[in-house]
């Protein structure tokens, strides 16, 4: 039996959308939270499929996390051995730093819904075409060495990228528009939308409009991929 293992970053930030799609593919999940006092002793290699979610904190702020450098460290080897890896956000952009790339504070918060636009027609991401998705970041990440760039936005040119067809990072939320968490989002993070001069009510409103068609293309844009894998 597969095997997938869900790291969280945050309470808040789990799979969401994502978990229909990696079930239906065969795998029983797991998951594990990064101050779990276990976690500097986990086999980042084992599993058949590694899945990293979000969460505000920087790739670059690792004397106030200490677990991220223990995280990359383990995630390198993950990579190194061309596991399939999937990270969404802060996950992405672990992905991107453990490939050697750099990690830094974008030219401004992108928040709230919106399109990407995708490079790679023929792959798993064309189900996201012209499909408003969630976006929550602040950060982002030079390409790295020998990845394929599949999606930008207006504000922020690496939105995706994959490595061969084991490795995937979404610096967006496609997984997130049906989940009840999407409120603690806005409770836990007000300073941050306030920073970003966002509306909590218009993220509700369109939460209500988008969230689901952004679900169900982020589900069919995994299963895709996760069919895809290289054995």
């Not at 309470?11 to 999940?29: D, H, K, Q, S, T």
């Not at 509306?199 to 589900?219: F, I, M």
């Amino acid at each position: 039996m597969k095997t997938a293992l869900i790291i969280r970053h945050v309470p808040r930030e789990g799979v969401a959308g994502f978990r229909a799609p990696i079930e239906a593919a065969g795998y029983v999940i797991d998951r594990v939270d990064v101050d779990d006092q276990d976690f500097h002793a986990l086999d980042l290699v084992a599993p058949d499929l590694v899945v990293m979610m979000g969460g505000p904190m920087g790739v670059y702020e690792r004397e106030a996390h200490p677990w991220i450098s223990c995280q990359l460290k383990l995630l390198a080897r993950r990579l190194a051995a061309d596991r399939p890896t999937l990270g969404v956000c802060f996950g992405a952009q672990m992905i991107a730093a453990a490939l050697g790339a750099e990690v830094f504070a974008g030219p401004e918060k992108e928040i709230g819904f919106g399109p990407v636009t995708v490079h790679d027609a023929a792959g798993p991401l064309r189900h996201l075409a012209e499909v408003p998705v969630l976006h929550w970041h602040g950060d982002t990440f030079t390409l790295p060495e020998g990845a394929e760039l599949l999606a930008s936005s207006s504000l922020y040119a690496h939105q995706a990228f994959r490595r061969g067809h084991n490795v995937l990072a979404l610096q967006f939320h496609a997984e997130m528009g049906e989940d009840e968490r999407f409120e603690d989002w806005i409770a836990q993070d007000s300073d941050y939308l306030a920073a970003a001069g966002r509306c909590p009510d218009a993220l509700r409103s369109d939460h209500a409009a988008h969230g689901p068609g952004a679900v169900a293309a982020g589900r069919a844009m995994i299963a895709e991929w996760l069919a895809g894998l290289a054995a």
